[in-house]
C-alpha cells in the first residue's frame, strides 16, 4: 500500500504541548512492525540527480571539482535542522520521518544534503553511543519516547526541535562526531549496501548511491577526510567499469586533489596507475602522474604489482 505523508508546520506553535491521550497509536507499539517497505531505514538522500553519460564524447563540466567538492572550510559550522516531518501510515502501522537538512558553512559558501530517519533510528543512535560512551552522554539529553500523541503536529515540532539540538550536540563533541555509531546512523549502512552491489559488479547501480554516501561525508567529515577519499576512489573505479572514462578520470582528479602530497594514502599507487590509464585512454596529459608513480617506485613502493583499485576497495570493507 502506497504510503501517506502529512506534513506539519515546522513553525507551528510548540508553547503548550497536549499530555492528554488519543486515539493514535504511539510509536511504542509500531517499533517492530512497521512494513520495511515505507522508508529507506539507511537514510535516503533528495539530491545530486545522476547526469553522466555512456556517450565516448562525454563532457565532465569544467567546474567538476566545484561541483563535486565540498568548498566550505573543514572548520565551518555544520548545522542540521529537521525540515520536514510526516506522519507515513502503512495499514494499521505508521510513523513519523523526519527529514535532517545537514548544512555545512553559511550563505553563500555552503552545502547541504538531507537524510531522513525516523524516531526508532535516533533512538538506536543514542542507545549504542551510551553504551560507549556512557560518561560523555551522561549531559545529552534526547527527546524521550511518548505513548500517546505522537503523531500531533504540535508534538512533531517539539521533537523535531529537539532533534537539531541532540545533532548538534553530538556533532560538537570530536569523539561522538568520528564515532562508528555517528557514520552508521548517516552512511555506514548504505555504503554497506553499495560495496555489495560493487561486489556483484552491478556498477551503474553503486554509482548514484556512491555519489550520495560521498556528499553526506563531506557535509559531515570534509574533503580531506579518509572515508570521503575512500568512496572517491570507489567512484573512480565504478565509473571507469562502467565505460564512463571522462567521469572515472574527474573523480580521479577530485581524490587526487584531496590526498594532495600524502603518498602513504593506502589507495594513491592504485589510483595513480587507473588515473594513467584513463588519461591516456582520453589523450589527455599524465606526465603529472607518471612522475609521482615513479617517486613511489624510488621509495621502494612495488607500484607493479599493486592490485587494481576496486580490489583494494572491496577488501577495505
Not at 556483484?200 to 557535509?219: G, T
Request: hydrophobic share 40%; net charge negative; aromatic share 6%.
Amino acid at each position: 500500500m502506497a504510503s501517506k505523508l502529512r506534513k506539519f508546520n515546522k513553525n507551528s506553535n510548540i508553547d503548550n504541548v497536549l499530555d492528554t491521550e488519543d486515539d493514535c497509536e504511539g510509536e511504542l507499539s509500531l517499533a517492530d512492525d512497521v512494513d520495511e517497505m515505507s522508508i529507506n531505514i539507511a537514510g535516503k538522500l533528495t539530491i545530486i540527480p545522476d547526469e553522466t553519460s555512456e556517450n565516448a564524447n562525454e563532457q565532465v563540466p569544467k567546474s567538476f571539482l566545484d561541483e563535486h567538492s565540498n568548498v566550505v572550510s573543514k572548520h565551518s559550522k555544520v548545522s542540521f535542522e529537521i525540515c520536514n516531518a510526516g506522519v507515513v501510515k502503512n495499514g494499521l502501522s505508521k510513523h513519523v520521518l523526519y527529514s535532517i537538512i545537514i548544512v555545512r558553512g553559511c550563505g553563500s559558501d555552503s552545502s547541504s544534503v538531507i537524510v531522513e530517519k525516523r524516531y526508532s533510528e535516533f533512538s538506536e543512535l543514542n542507545a549504542n553511543l551510551n553504551k560507549r560512551y556512557p560518561s560523555i552522554m551522561t549531559n545529552i539529553s534526547f527527546p524521550p519516547k511518548l505513548v500517546t500523541g505522537n503523531f500531533r503536529p504540535e508534538n512533531i515540532a517539539l521533537r523535531s526541535r529537539s532533534f537539531e539540538q541532540y545533532l548538534s550536540h553530538l556533532y560538537s563533541i570530536e569523539v561522538l562526531r568520528l564515532s562508528p555509531d555517528f557514520a552508521s546512523f548517516f552512511y555506514k549502512q548504505s555504503l554497506s549496501e553499495t560495496h555489495n552491489l560493487l561486489a556483484s559488479s552491478e556498477f551503474s547501480s553503486a554509482l548514484p548511491k556512491l555519489k550520495n554516501i560521498m556528499h553526506i561525508q563531506q557535509s559531515l567529515l570534509g574533503d580531506g577526510h579518509e572515508a570521503v577519499i575512500a568512496t572517491q576512489c570507489a567512484l573512480v573505479a565504478a565509473a571507469s567499469q562502467t565505460g564512463q572514462t571522462l567521469l572515472a578520470q574527474g573523480f580521479a582528479d577530485l581524490a587526487l586533489n584531496n590526498i594532495g602530497r600524502d603518498d602513504h594514502n593506502h589507495f594513491l599507487p592504485a589510483l595513480l596507475v587507473l588515473a594513467i590509464r584513463l588519461c591516456w585512454k582520453l589523450g589527455k596529459d599524465k606526465s603529472d602522474l607518471e612522475s609521482r608513480l615513479v617517486a613511489l617506485r624510488a621509495r621502494g613502493i612495488d607500484v607493479d604489482k599493486t592490485e587494481p583499485l576496486i580490489s583494494l576497495i572491496l577488501a577495505s570493507r
